[in-house]
């Protein structure tokens, strides 16, 4: 909301050619449209593509750049309509062209300056992205055999379960982005944006990918439960819930605490135990 706000009001102050003729109230409706309406499809562009394996493999600035060109695409004929409802004297003139050729001419004029926008507004958080080559948190599993030692390590390890057993679950797909050193042991998940902040019981990480997707990938294996909109947590690393003053938190191992909100307090309550407030370190 603030990126969309922020750059509403630079259009506004600047009035570029487009809105000249407008009013300031009418610049400000022209240009808080077009800013809510093409950051919101460039963000519904970014969290679709995360959801195609394909496409989440690529490099993320490269998926950035892409989000940016198909939500200006999207946006195209969205622009021309708000063109068409705030008639100014320099759009007016667009409308002589053929309905084709107009939106070309949006899009051609939109796409540039879109991308660049989108990749700035996620430019600090690119920066802050792991690299997924790190060295794994250990070089080999220990294992016990009748011809080995105790504790002795090998170079790979027979993939086949044991007879009897049921393969194990496949990883989240999400767990494909994260550093080796930060292992598989998950704490807390948290949105920010399309981006997906990860916490194990190693450190933890950002990387891009939708928030909602990470959780629907967790559901089947109950290793957790979502809290609120924009948290999940591992179940074994909860300590419990405490309230403070209206707010019901949820508290780790390592004493944070994150918010649970109204409509899953019920379910909080009944899953996790209450704790004090020495437990407590929000």
């Known amino acids: 909301m603030l990126s969309i706000g922020g750059i509403s ?6 009035n570029p050619e487009s809105s ?3 009013s300031l109230l009418g610049r400000t409706i022209y240009w808080s449209l077009h800013t809510a309406f093409l950051i919101g499809l460039m963000q519904t562009a ?8 394909s496409l989440g493999g690529l490099p993320p600035i490269i998926q950035v750049v892409l989000a940016g ?3 200006a695409g999207l946006f195209t004929p969205v622009g021309v309509g708000l063109d068409v409802a ?3 004297a320099v759009s007016s003139d667009d409308l002589t062209q053929s309905p084709g050729a107009r939106l070309l001419d949006e899009f051609l004029a939109i796409a540039p300056p879109a991308s660049l926008t989108w990749v700035g507004l996620n430019a600090v958080r690119l920066l802050r992205l792991p690299d997924r080559n790190a060295p794994p948190l ?3 599993p220990i294992v016990k055999t009748a011809a080995m030692g105790e504790g002795e390590r090998v170079d790979s390890v027979d993939p086949l379960p044991p007879e009897g057993h049921a393969p194990q679950t496949r990883d989240p797909q999400f767990f494909e982005r994260l550093p080796a050193t930060l292992g598989r042991d998950l704490v807390a998940l948290t949105a920010e944006l399309h981006y997906l902040r990860v916490q194990t019981s190693a450190g933890n990480t950002l990387i891009l990918f939708p928030f909602g997707q990470a959780v629907a990938e967790l559901s089947a294996a109950d290793r957790g439960m979502q809290i609120h ?3 999940w947590v591992a179940a074994k690393h ?3 819930v405490r309230r403070k003053g209206e707010r019901l938190f949820c508290v780790l191992e390592s004493g944070a605490a994150l918010p649970v909100s109204r409509r899953r307090e019920a379910e909080a309550l009944e899953r996790f135990p209450k704790v004090d407030g020495a437990r407590f370190s929000r």
């Not at 970014?46 to 195609?52: P, T």
């Open 20 to 22: 000249q003729g407008l």
């Open 9 to 14: 009001v630079l259009f506004i102050y600047l």
């Open 229 to 231: 909109r924009s948290h």
């Open 46 to 53: 970014q969290l679709a593509m995360s959801s195609f394996r």
């Open 238 to 240: 909860v300590v419990g």
């Open 86 to 88: 705030l008639p100014t």
């Open 138 to 140: 250990q070089s080999a």
């Open 69 to 71: 060109v198909i939500g």
